[in-house]
């Protein structure tokens, strides 16, 4: 980009929207993916970056006719923008509730638990006397025990084994991909050798509805609950994986058409409120949703 100032002017301002916008491109990739995070239009989200890189007298990204990359630059800022955002929830939520008090019991699931930790720890700054109890466990587990009132919310995948309800909140949402160790061969094994989780993960069915469309023989070779653990035999090139897109990192790799593999399907995370959530649920809930991009308040079950 053309015509940036090498340093931001001395009245420069970095406005918590544009922030936002920044996050919400980062994560998703894509203007239009990013605008229906932040309920804005594709053309008022580009605006908001060219705003944010005349502040900054930086290109943040790199574009293409695939998307939008963020760049060095935008990584550096990237990691200031969450730290304020942060900061800014928990300014306004400090005078919201302060006097909030109680437990809230949330179930989360393997990838659900990405941003747990931040999000936990800025609750606990905005409600000390909050009592907040974590669940880890897979969705078909955590659904049950909110039904039963075993826990207050949870964060969940809601598939063939836990049904989607009309008042759950989806948070995100990506393509799951056949992910392989880089350089490796055990995508070219047959039967193809499968690194999934138990029976009831929605991402198994999905993997295995997809390679029985394409009749493409397989064995499961591996099982385990949590996607790090499929990621080792991943790294051990012992099997293949079907994995959230944004989890490929180093060692590993996407596998493509070229490699002969089915499109699995999207995957999304989302949600629910158990029966009659409390003030402090509620609060919490906000957290989580506004913490992935989400509007927030969301429904008790229905």
Known sequence: MTGLSPLPAPAATLHIDLLKTLMAIAETGSVTAAAARVARSPGAVSM????????????????SRQGMEINADGERLLAYARRMVDLHREALDAFRAPELSGEVRIGVSDLGSLRLSEVLAAFARSYPRVTVDVVMGPSAVLGPKLEH??????????????????????????????????????????????????????WR????????????PYRVAY???????????????????????SVVGSGLMQLRAPEGLPEIGI??????????????????????????GATSRAQGAA
């Open 48 to 63: 908001q970056i060219k705003r944010l890189e005349e502040t900054i007298g930086r290109t943040l990204f790199e574009r």
């Open 149 to 202: 009132g075993r826990l207050d919310l949870a964060v969940l995948t809601p598939g063939s084994t836990v049904p989607w309800r009309r008042r759950d909140k989806v948070l995100h949402d990506e393509p799951l991909v056949w992910v392989g160790r880089d350089g490796g061969r055990g995508f070219r094994e047959r039967p193809l050798p499968l690194a999934l989780a138990a029976f009831g993960c929605p």
């Open 267 to 292: 995957w999304r995370i989302a949600l629910r409120l158990g029966a009659d959530p409390s003030a402090a649920t509620l609060a919490l809930a906000d957290r989580v949703a506004e913490s992935y």
């Open 205 to 216: 069915r999905a993997a295995l509805e997809a390679l029985e469309r394409a009749g493409i």
């Open 223 to 245: 099982t385990s609950e949590f996607s790090e653990a499929q990621k080792a035999a991943i790294h051990a090139d012992l099997a293949i994986a079907p994995l959230p897109r």
